[in-house]
């Protein structure tokens, strides 16, 4: 495998309008490090068990089947076919044949993980007084579990888990404020393995009934040819503006993110076509593969599948996962008109212009010919919103949607040309559904891992009450200031984030820091929602994977933009600079979230706004302070700004996105000056830029 060799093939292909799938899939196998099986028995193996995942899923979302068997079974596939796909390095002599001892950790992880499910009512009449044979087993399991997660995801969220495991056996040695009493074998086995409060607990439950069907639904819809179309609709309408081929990569990740809930994935799906089409418009490689970087990592906070969290946090608050993603779309689209904004004004500082209209696609040609993709799309909004059903049963027939679609878009294209048809075109839905259901099991393998192992820090926590140590811990550090909690929060997200996947990051984080964030802001008169905390938290894990020297998102995009990987990555920080503070900002402006109360004795019950001109207000607040604070990091809005113009727009976006901290702390009349004072503000250096444009024009 050549990634180098890869990538000249993307460049070629970028001239074409027909982007290969196999060459996607390929490029994101080898950056991951996977084994491919190419001429070997292994391939059809592994697809046929990647296959039979994907129908267990959609036979358990129809057919109810006790939960714990299903995370159990759900665990077992995900453990089966690591040790498959995964080497143990990831050297070419580890990539090349799968050595006996895999196929033994992987028939071994699989039964450890079936186990629960096959001694499911043994298990339950002998619970709290386990057979020395349950703890053997739970003691093998937790180890194979912990190497299957170093190999697909990394070490990072091993090295948690184990480092929480060594806190609960050894804890009691360690000084007297982090301390506790001595937890024995068999209580820590039980509780991590034995019972749904760690390793089969609510984020595996989650991941294996929302996530994996959402998931599957943009597998098959990206093996539709939904990714391609996306990519060359967003082409088509913005490609002949300032910086056109940067502002479609942009739009097509958002895209892309609706149904993808990966940011490598994301970037590999659009970058193999942008990135090159942004270096030939001008972009230096690493603004092409950082401005491709930020959509993609920003693509996790597009509803409605959000990286998986969306119905984590759903489940851990007790709320619905409608309200969830409906808290989350003014900041996500606000971000993302932000990153459109700041492309823009790099595209103007380089003095960029757009691509030639004649070389573009033509525009309603484009976006009549992929209408049908909308379909099942619009469809799944339909039943989340609007019939209320549960995510699970609208994923599941949003799928049967997407698959008749599959079947017969062939025919009817080759009717609509008239063009003869063949059995092909009928068995090619038929082969694509296929591809789709093994691409998107092998897409769920990090995910139930990363859930099963953050399980295990779950687990940890309740069994030593560490949480309360934290609390202390933050509180002491912070002296109880607000500003500073938040800011040791965000650090730890980033950092952990680094090596974690975002689903894990979240977990792990809002199960320490969550309660913590909410207890000291009560404590300092706040009363904030859950849902703020653990958004916040969610935020910060996401921008994780961008931030160097880790940025697994960003050394995907340096691959393809053959650009400097920690260059790249602190040049997509930058751009996201943006995002990271719109955390801080619904933590202090609830509204953002559309949350117009919250219950200070039950801080998970909230009442939401619904009244449409003041959601609409709110939108408009939110954005003019997202394009307010992009002006002032970037330093430009009509010409270059000065050190006071970038101080006035910071000034603006203070107005704009905290209007009820200004109304208290300015003692202003009402929550609409601010609205105007930051109008105001524009208007100014709107002016005062103006007046010197004919005077630069002339010297130029």
């Given at each position: ?42 391939a ?10 994907s ?17 159990s079974?759900?665990l ?60 053997v ?44 009493k001595?937890?024995?074998l ?17 984020p ?23 990714g ?57 490689p ?20 959000m ?23 003014i ?62 049963m ?51 393998i990090p ?20 949480g ?152 408009f ?80």
């Open positions: 495998m050549d990634v180098k060799k890869d990538v000249q093939e993307a460049e070629k292909q970028s001239a074409s309008w027909h982007v290969n799938k196999d060459l996607e899939e390929r490029l994101l196998v080898e950056l991951e490090g996977q084994r491919t099986f190419e001429g070997t028995f292994l059809p193996l592994v697809s046929i068990i990647a296959f039979a995942w129908l267990f899923q959609l036979y358990v979302s129809y057919f109810p089947v006790n939960s714990t068997i299903v995370r079974i759900h077992a596939f995900a453990m089966g076919l690591t040790f498959l796909i995964y080497p143990f390095r990831k050297k070419q002599k580890y990539l090349e044949k799968v050595p006996w001892y895999d196929y033994l950790l992987a028939i071994i992880g699989a039964f450890g993980a079936a186990y629960i499910a096959i001694d499911f009512t043994g298990l339950a009449h002998r619970a709290g007084d386990y057979l020395l044979r349950d703890i087993i739970g003691v093998v399991f937790i180890v194979i579990l912990l190497e299957a997660g170093r190999r697909a995801i990394g070490f990072a969220l091993s090295g948690v888990a184990i480092a929480f495991l060594l806190y609960d056996k050894f804890g009691e040695y360690l000084p007297e404020i982090i301390s506790h001595n937890v024995v068999e209580k820590l086995v039980a509780q991590i393995y034995l019972t749904t409060e760690g390793i089969y607990g609510v595996l439950g989650v991941s294996a009934t929302f996530v994996f069907l959402f998931v599957l639904f943009g597998a098959l819809l990206e093996r539709a040819g939904a391609e179309y996306f990519i060359k609709l967003a082409y088509a309408f913005l490609g002949k503006y300032t910086g056109g081929p940067a502002k479609a990569a942009v739009v097509a990740s958002g895209l892309t993110g609706i149904i993808s809930g990966s940011s490598t994935a994301n970037v590999v799906t659009t970058g193999v076509f942008t990135i090159p089409l942004m270096k030939k418009a001008g972009f230096p690493e603004k092409a593969g950082a401005v491709e970087v930020a959509a993609s990592t920003n693509g996790q906070l597009m509803p409605p599948v990286g998986a969290a969306a119905f984590i946090i759903a489940e851990f608050l007790g709320l619905s996962y409608t309200d969830v993603v409906i808290s989350a779309a900041p996500a689209v606000v971000s993302y008109i932000g990153l459109l904004y700041i492309v823009h004004l790099e595209a103007k500082k380089l003095g960029l212009r757009g691509e030639d209209p004649s070389k573009l696609p033509p525009k309603w040609k484009t976006f009549i010919s992929g209408l049908h993709y909308f379909v099942p799309v619009a469809y799944l909004i339909y039943v989340l919103m609007i019939k209320r059903m549960s995510p699970q609208s994923a599941f027939s949003a799928i049967w949607v997407l698959m008749i679609i599959m079947i017969i878009q062939n025919p009817v294209k080759k009717l609509i040309s008239k063009e003869p048809l063949s059995a092909q075109d009928f068995l090619q839905g038929f082969v694509d559904i296929y591809h789709g259901m093994v691409t998107g099991a092998r897409n769920m995910i139930a891992l990363a859930t099963a192992i953050a399980g295990i820090v779950v687990g940890s926590i309740t069994l030593t009450g560490i309360q140590v934290l609390v202390d811990v933050i509180d002491a550090l912070s002296h109880g200031n607000i500003f500073l909690i938040l800011l040791f929060t965000a650090i730890v997200s980033l950092i952990l984030g680094m090596g974690l996947p975002t689903t894990a990051n979240y977990i792990v984080v809002s199960s320490l820091a969550a309660p913590v964030i909410l207890q000291l802001a009560q404590d300092n008169g706040f009363i904030i929602p859950a849902l703020a905390a653990h958004l916040f938290v969610f935020y910060f894990g996401i921008l994780a994977d961008d931030t160097p020297p880790v940025g697994i998102a960003a050394y995907a995009a340096s691959a393809i933009a053959r650009s400097d990987p920690i260059k790249t990555g602190i040049q997509g920080f930058s751009y996201d600079i943006r995002t990271a503070i719109l955390p801080f900002v619904f933590f202090f402006n609830n509204q953002l979230l559309l949350i117009a109360s919250v219950n200070e004795w039950d801080l998970n019950e909230v009442t939401f706004i619904h009244n449409p001109l003041k959601i609409l207000f709110i939108f607040m939110a954005l003019m302070g997202m394009l307010s604070f992009s002006s002032a990091v970037q330093g430009f809005f009509l010409k270059r700004a000065n050190i006071i113009q970038r101080i006035l727009f910071l000034i603006a976006s203070f107005l704009f996105f905290l209007p009820n901290l200004a109304h208290r702390y300015f003692d202003l009349p009402s929550h609409y000056v601010p609205f105007l004072l930051g109008i105001l503000i524009w208007a100014l250096i709107y002016f005062w830029q103006k007046a010197k444009l004919p005077a630069i024009i002339k010297r130029s």
